[in-house]
């Protein structure tokens, strides 16, 4: 019998059958209002964009895509668009338009050289890209290598004249007519569809394509706002329940889910306002926390820790009511430091950081906190309601027992139909109906909480070590600024890792290894010390998203060799 966890209180859900643009903007379900402000520049707040005229500019680039360009003109789920832009307001308006007009929104990491997205743009089979104007000479460097003229070039500008405009032939893409997009109401179409494509991040190899579908986005949509809505009726119930404005800031890439559905999909839902930071920057970051008053705050652990630990951050999370982490492993340590930069709009009461879980290929969150519950104990929250999971070992049985560890597996609405034209990926990725994430985790107190990802984990004769483990202790070290971990092979026997730390000191010069050394020696089980040794460094290589780029390590690790300790 299969050990399945699932949401106690409502295991179950009945998803609305409604393709993602008629949900977002013509559903009772969904409540911004028509002149609601969606989209601001952060840098000119003048430049803004209404529910309204983000209608009006989804179906003008619609038309444009289809009559100039022909998107969709032989049905929907085919024609790839490759999309590679920093942070702007006419995202959404490309995003949506490009579904509306039958395409499918393909996004490419800013970060992307020309050989990255050469590379995207060809297995997608795009014949069609368009670019923010930082993007404008990799993206006609990749063009030209893919053959593609620059007059499908189109570059996408938020400027106070929107435009979409031809690299080529300078022609607007965005036109002066209309084409409304095709409702969907078929659970079978909706499931089969796809309508935009997220490339994993290349951690640990070749990025692959995620197909996500009508039905992953409503789902995830429509699922992770349960709790907040149920909560809410609850207050106004009790006569307690206080409405507030929800701001948030875009400052992680539109390429990865994070970026893309907490931007694009999740405030028009939630009826908020999203103020676009055209690249992350940390003092812009600070700035724009205060003077918009931001009360919806997401971000990646390595930015929480940087919150955590520096002396800068004072009263910039004043008005924040709800603050949230994911794309990688929080312990509680730093889950409660960077919970104690937090506070409450206008009290005294502290406002936590919560954990979600999930990956691209489950459409964003399959856990997190519920709304009005707290919980900094590095647990990854709840299930949420229509997801189940499970807990298995190499032979796919289901762990037994608190405190062991095995993979996540995930059977739901948001899981992705698979990999784009990659069946192998796919077949090796799905077993009987549950999705693989290669996460790791063990279950204590009735909680889940992930030790790392399953191809990341280090053998130290035999036993397990789990990197982030190592990295969440250093983070703890008030000399060390950030760290990574990475498993080196021991010179004498080449199925044994030795952990070897980078670290950014927060001094340069004042840590030695020997500290680092004796830091972990106190605290870690034997086995898990840093034999590998202590590289210091000015900076941790990291994906757009904030992720450690271990392979880049490793890849430096080679040359260091020399300098490795003995067992």
């Known amino acids: 019998m299969e050990k399945i966890y699932c949401n106690a209180t409502q295991p ?52 444009g895509l289809r009559n100039s360009y022909g998107i969709g003109a032989n049905g929907p789920n085919t024609d790839v668009i490759t999309v590679i832009s ?46 923010g104007e930082e993007h404008i ?42 084409l409304p997009w095709h409702q969907i109401t078929d659970p079978k179409a909706l499931k089969e569809s796809l309508i935009t494509i997220l490339w994993s991040s290349g951690t640990t190899g070749l990025p692959k394509g995620v197909m996500l579908s ?105 008005y924040v009511e709800g603050a949230a982490t994911g794309a990688a492993p929080m312990d509680g340590v730093l889950q409660t430091a960077a919970s104690g930069r937090l506070r409450g709009a206008g009290s005294d009461q502290r406002v936590s950081v919560g954990q ?24 990854i929250g709840g299930v949420l309601p229509g997801v189940e999971l499970r807990l298995v070992d190499e032979e796919f049985r289901d762990v037994e027992g608190e405190g062991n560890e095995g993979e996540l597996i995930v059977r739901s609405p948001l899981v992705t139909n698979g990999y784009f ?5 796919t077949k090796a990725t799905f077993k009987d109906g549950w999705f693989l994430t290669g996460d790791i985790a063990v279950r204590r107190d009735g909680r889940f909480f992930v030790v790392d990802r399953k191809k990341e984990l280090l053998k130290y004769k035999g036993l397990q070590i789990a990197p982030a483990e190592l990295e969440n202790l250093l983070f703890s070290h008030p000399g060390i600024k950030e760290a990574a971990v990475i498993g080196v092979p021991a010179p004498d026997d080449p199925g044994t890792d030795l952990p070897r730390a980078y670290v950014v000191p927060v001094e340069p010069g004042k840590l030695s290894e020997d500290e680092v050394k004796d830091f972990v020696k106190g605290r870690l089980a034997e086995y898990k010390q840093l034999r590998g040794g202590v590289a210091f460094v000015d900076e941790i290589p990291k994906s757009a998203i904030g992720k450690l780029l271990r392979r880049e390590l490793r890849e430096r690790a080679k040359k260091e060799l020399g300098r490795v300790a003995k067992l």
């Open 214 to 318: 009508h039905t992953n986005l409503v789902a995830e949509t429509y699922i992770t706002a349960l709790s907040v809505r149920s909560w809410a009726e609850a207050e106004m119930a009790k006569g307690t329940f206080a409405p507030t404005e929800y701001r948030t800031l875009a400052h992680l890439p539109i390429s990865h889910i994070a970026g893309l559905f907490g931007y694009l999909c999740a405030p028009i839902y939630a009826g908020g306002t999203v103020v676009w930071m055209r690249r992350y920057r940390w003092a812009d970051l600070l700035k724009y926390l205060k003077q918009y008053r931001i009360t919806a705050f997401y971000t990646v652990p390595s930015i929480w820790l940087r919150i955590a630990k520096s002396k800068e951050v004072t009263d910039h999370f004043q």
């Open 137 to 178: 000479d990799v993206t006609k460097k990749a063009a030209q290598q893919c053959n593609i003229s620059l007059d499908r070039v189109l570059v996408l500008s938020s400027s106070r004249a929107h435009k979409l405009e031809s690299l080529g032939s300078g022609v607007n893409a965005i036109s002066a007519s209309r």
């Open 421 to 425: 034209k990659n069946e192998e990926a």
């Open 356 to 379: 979600t879980w999930g990956l691209s290929e489950t459409t964003g969150a399959v856990t997190a906190v519920p709304k009005g519950e707290t919980d900094v104990s590095g647990s």
């Open 86 to 131: 920093y942070g702007q307001i006419m995202v959404p308006a490309a995003f949506f338009g490009v579904i509306a007009a039958g395409g499918v929104y393909s996004a490419a990491s800013p970060s992307s050289t020309v050989s990255e997205l050469a590379r995207q743009i060809s297995i997608g089979g795009s014949n069609l890209v368009i670019c």
């Open 12 to 63: 179950d859900v009945d998803l609305p059958n409604l393709d993602l643009l008629t949900f977002l903007f013509d559903s009772p379900y969904s409540i911004s209002q028509e002149d609601a402000i969606l989209h601001q520049d952060a840098a000119n707040p003048d430049n803004s964009i209404t529910k309204s005229q983000l209608r009006d500019l989804v179906q003008r680039i619609a038309h």
